[in-house]
């Protein structure tokens, strides 16, 4: 039988309030009560790590009384792209391949959707050039509109946006399930109406999210 490797009680709990506030469709942000109800803890238990987090810039309290997460967070985010990339990479090739289309990886920079990597398909003889780096707001483009379906808690399949961006272009994206303190979708671009590619686009997503949070620990 596996053993579960010893962890930090405390450093485990933190981490789960992160997670917890940054679960999809939780905009408004939680109340200490909500918090602690949320996870199951002691109200002084809670306040004592959100104190914690907060001295670090990891959370941060709103003038309602809502706690949400801080800039913290999105400094790491910063800080992981490049890992995010290099695990992305093969995943976008992949997809680029079968779709015949140019695969992108876009986050969240506040309301605006950023270009992080893009990927053409290496067999095709045209398709849509995308620049790595291109903004947009979130509001505009699949890409975008699926991370705010993922933020609201909304998300259902794939999101298809025909000429938001570039007239002719068809785009469709999903979310990145999942992976704390990012905010990513996952998708393709064609010039036309693309070919049945939803189920691809939210395989690579889900594949996506799943290498970078990892193997679950075994228990037992």
């Known amino acids: 039988m596996a053993k579960r490797p010893e962890t930090a009680q405390t450093l485990d709990r933190g981490l789960q309030v992160l997670q917890t506030l940054g679960a999809p469709g939780n905009v408004r942000g939680l109340t200490m009560s909500e918090l602690a109800e949320r996870l199951g ?74 270009a992080l990597l893009v990927i053409e398909p290496t067999w095709t003889d045209f398709h849509v050039a995308y620049r790595v780096g291109s903004r947009h707001p979130l509001e505009r483009g699949a890409a975008g509109r699926a991370i705010l379906e993922e933020r609201s808690g909304t998300a259902d399949g794939t999101t298809t946006t025909t000429g938001e961006l570039q007239l002719g272009a068809y785009g469709v994206a999903a979310a990145v399930p999942g992976v704390l303190g990012i905010e990513a979708s996952v998708g393709v671009i064609t010039m036309g109406p693309p070919p049945p590619v939803d189920d691809q686009v939210l395989a690579a997503a889900g594949r996506l999210g799943r290498l970078l949070t990892g193997p679950e620990p075994r228990t037992g």
């Open 41 to 114: 803890l002691a109200r002084p238990v809670v306040y004592r790590l959100v104190a914690t987090l907060d001295a670090r810039g990891f959370v941060t309290r709103g003038e309602d009384g809502r706690y949400r997460l801080g800039l913290g967070v999105a400094r790491l985010q910063y800080a992981v792209r490049p890992v995010l990339v290099e695990v992305a990479r093969p995943v976008l090739q992949e997809l680029a391949d079968r779709a015949g289309a140019t695969a992108h990886l876009t986050v969240a920079e506040g309301e605006h959707a950023v």
